[in-house]
């Protein structure tokens, strides 16, 4: 059964702390992307990838680091430098073919007090 | 800026009803405008997708208008049903620069009624 999965689906860490969200395709897909969600403001890109080791920022990479060792993984890390970490972050993945349909896992929502 | 605006924020619409979400955008440059569904504690899924050498798509009881003159574009849902209430986003994509990035509109939150 194809899909993405995001682990954990809830996670809490106290502010000053670094958290890693996992995300995992085993649709074979090229690109890869983190959004993050808040109430009334619809999906921000945080990172996108292309293809393995290359990565680009998106429209709010401030605070925010990812890796993309492995074609199926692209693990974001929330680094005590983000302001307002607190959101609903969601990862997607597409294949390389242009019109390709973008595909979301189920989110992870982040608690940080 | 926001590239694509949408509205409204929210809507409730009884049973058999019609429900229309509207979307704007600026950015001449968009080439495919999909529209995607999104269930509490679940990831958004590609609903139904257009575009701009097309003025109307239909699957099933979903439509999607496209004015590309007005630059906008709406979904229409037929019969609405209880099933439907979900939050809806609308997208763009800009196919210039190193990827096509998809740039979406803040979400309407639909409630069907009984």
């Known amino acids: 059964d194809g899909g993405i999965t995001q682990s954990p689906k809830y996670l809490f860490r106290k502010e000053g702390q670094n958290v890693t969200l996992s995300c995992e395709q085993n649709l074979n897909h090229d690109a890869m992307y983190w959004y993050r969600q808040d109430p009334g403001q619809g999906l921000r890109l945080i990172y996108y990838s292309q293809i393995v080791n290359d990565f680009q920022k998106g429209d709010i990479a401030e605070g925010y680091s990812v890796s993309r060792e492995k074609k199926e993984s692209f693990p974001l890390t929330v680094t005590s430098a983000q302001k307002n970490p607190t959101a609903f972050y969601l990862c997607?993945?597409?294949?390389?073919?242009?019109?390709?349909?973008?595909?979301f896992g189920n989110g992870t929502r982040l608690t940080v007090t | 800026q926001q590239q694509v605006k949408q509205s409204p924020q929210s809507l409730i619409v009884q049973k058999g009803g019609i429900s229309i979400i509207n979307c704007a955008y600026e950015n001449t440059a968009f080439d495919y405008f999909p529209w995607y569904q999104q269930f509490p504690g679940k990831g958004p899924a590609l609903l139904i997708a257009i575009r701009p050498d097309v003025s109307e798509k239909k699957e099933g009881r979903f439509t999607i208008s496209f004015n590309k003159s007005a630059k906008q574009f709406s979904l229409h849902i037929m019969d609405s049903q209880p099933g439907d209430s979900a939050t809806y986003f609308c997208?763009?994509?800009?196919?210039?620069?190193?990827?096509?990035?998809?740039?979406f509109g803040t979400g309407t939150r639909l409630q069907v009624t009984l």
């Open positions: 997607a993945s597409r294949d390389g073919q242009g019109g390709s349909p973008l595909h």
């Open positions: 997208a763009a994509r800009d196919p210039t620069g190193t990827a096509s990035k998809l740039t």
